[in-house]
């Protein structure tokens, strides 16, 4: 799911970044905003961090001394971030085959694990490419979209990054 959010940070601002060329201190900490931004990827409360849609608020800058003049500056802002609950549906990509089951892709998540007895209409058939098969002939195979309900979730704080396991059991669920 989606969620919009407003955020407090502080953005630290080299002493030597505070002189640049062409650059206003507005642009100079949007730059740095993004970029802190971009390197966090994902938080337990909030999912994964996905855009910046509106810088609220810049406070005061404050000097840190200790820091050889680097300025911090408070900053609000509204972002955009992605998150799996329980009872979520979700549509993922296959993107590997495993004998015990499938890990698809749905938005920045690559961790959807979704085991073979949570599709036990499907058998697993080996070969070079592998794949899932029911009675029905319908397949699971790298590349299939495939509609699913979330049953649980985990954050990994050491790869800042969220895992999922997800069924085929219940109503109109399976490949799209």
Known sequence: MFLKSRLSWN?????????????????????RLLKDFASKKASKNLGYFLAVTALEKIG??????QMAGDVLFPVEFSCITFK????????GVVHKILKHGV????????????????????????GENPIF???????????????????????????KEL??????????LGPI
């Open 103 to 126: 890990f698809l892709k749905c938005g920045p998540v690559d961790n959807i694990y979704l085991s073979n007895k949570m599709m036990s209409d499907y058998k697993y058939v080996q």
């Open 133 to 159: 098969m029911n009675e029905k002939m319908s397949r699971i195979e790298k590349g299939t979209v495939v509609r699913c309900i979330v049953i649980g979730t985990e954050y990994k704080e050491e790869g």
């Open 60 to 65: 005061e800058g404050k000097v840190r001394e």
């Open 11 to 31: 953005v630290i601002i080299p002493a030597e970044n505070l002189d640049v060329e062409g650059l206003t201190l507005q642009k100079v900490i949007v730059i």
């Open 163 to 172: 895992l999922a396991l997800v069924s085929l059991e219940s109503d109109h």
């Open 84 to 91: 799996m609950f329980r009872g979520e549906i979700l549509e």
